[in-house]
Nanobody, 129 residues
Framework: EAQLVESGGGLVQAGGSLRLACAAS????????IAWFRQAPGKEREGVSCISANDGNTIYVDSVRGRFTISSDNAKTTVYLQMNSLKPEDTAVYFC??????????????????????WGQGTQVTVSS
């Protein structure tokens, strides 16, 4: 059974940093794209960043590019999201999710939400002003 477990959320002041981790198990990690989504109260869930585990290609949404860095440790089947220069508008519950793309496919954008078949429970990130 596929399982994703997030960790690393918390409360930080604006300008600070946090690193989220997503530990994956129960599926062939290299065949998947792993993404971070976030959802703030009253807002829709949005994709923030994505990495293809087979080649390490990364995608970022404009609002986080240059501040967030996604990375993958395939040996540990864990994906990280390093978040720097955090802003109050980054406050949200952050989820990681996995989408099957195959061993030789690559991503050019964050796949649509329906492609993500496994989700973590979410971790709260709160940025105070």
């Amino acid at each position: 059974e596929a399982q994703l477990v997030e960790s690393g959320g918390g409360l930080v002041q604006a300008g600070g940093s946090l690193r989220l981790a997503c530990a994956a198990s129960g599926f062939t990690f290299d065949n998947y794209a792993i993404a971070w989504f976030r959802q703030a109260p009253g807002k829709e869930r949005e994709g923030v960043s994505c990495i293809s585990a087979n080649d390490g290609n990364t995608i970022y949404v404009d609002s986080v590019r240059g501040r967030f860095t996604i990375s993958s440790d395939n040996a540990k089947t864990t994906v990280y999201l390093q978040m720097n220069s955090l802003k109050p508008e980054d406050t949200a519950v952050y989820f990681c999710a996995a989408a099957l793309i195959g061993p030789r496919s690559f991503i050019t954008a964050i796949p649509p939400v329906f492609r993500f078949t496994s989700w973590g429970q979410g971790t709260q990130v709160t940025v105070s002003s």
